[in-house]
């Protein structure tokens, strides 16, 4: 038996076991979105006094390497919006908005926070 012939029989295992592990994830992840769908939806549509308390981003960066020689690696990025609100009761929730909400949004606005579950629905400031 030469070293080649357990390469050659050992590989095609690892593959096809890695591949299972990224299905499995795959299925996972997604159960676990359609998971937290069905909670939102059932949950009640709640309209209540808070005020943004803080505000913050987060940005991922990936990286699409070329093999071809005189082609330059591509960077994308996105960017995720999170607001913090605090109600009345001293209680936080953070939730993810959009870029046009995150803007419009500033620490320290006072209104009425409607949201369901997790899902963020919309805030109306309170002119003060």
Sequence with gaps: ???GDVMFNVVPIFVVIMFIVVIGLVIFNTGKGISQWKK???SPKLCVPA???TKRTEVSRHTHHHT???HHDHVTSSTSYYVTFEFESG???EFRVSGGEYGQLAEGDMGKLTFQGTRYLGFE???G
Aim: aromatic share 6%; proline share 11%.
């Design 68 to 70: 071809e020689p005189h």
């Design 51 to 53: 005020h943004v308390k």
């Design 91 to 93: 209680d936080r929730s």
């Design 40 to 42: 939102n939806e059932d």
């Design 125 to 127: 400031r309170i002119k």
């Design 1 to 3: 038996m030469y070293p």
